[in-house]
Nanobody
Framework: QLQLVESGGGLVQPGGSLRLSCTAS????????IAWFRQAPGKEREFVAA????????YYTDSVKGRFTISRDNAENTVYLHMNSLKPEDTAVYFC?????????????WGQGTQVTVSS
């Protein structure tokens, strides 16, 4: 059983930056494609970004392209979501997801989430 742990959320002003981290306890993330999802109050969970096992392929939802960057450090067993130029509409709980295959993103393993609030 893969247990994912997110960290790095917080309160930030519009235009600010945050870096979210996703790691696993007692297991390696190395072979898993990893994605970030988010869920705002009253809305469904939505895909944000994904990265394949090697880090060579990345995918983003249109609303975050050019502002967010997903990366991974397999030596550190961590996947990051670098978020720049944050907007109030980015406010949500952000979840890390590990799937068995890249085309199965959104299934299998989830973290508990970390809150990101963008507000002045």
């Amino acid at each position: 059983q893969l247990q994912l742990v997110e960290s790095g959320g917080g309160l930030v002003q519009p235009g600010g930056s945050l870096r979210l981290s996703c790691t696993a306890s007692s297991a390696t993330l190395r072979s898993y494609p990893i994605a970030w999802f988010r869920q705002a109050p009253g809305k469904e969970r939505e895909f944000v970004a994904a990265i394949n096992w090697s880090g060579g392929r990345t995918y983003y939802t249109d609303s975050v392209k050019g502002r967010f960057t997903i990366s991974r450090d397999n030596a550190e067993n961590t996947v990051y979501l670098h978020m720049n130029s944050l907007k109030p509409e980015d406010t949500a709980v952000y979840f890390c997801n590990a799937a068995l295959e890249l085309d199965q993103i959104g299934t299998r393993y989830w973290g508990q989430g970390t809150q990101v609030t963008v507000s002045s």
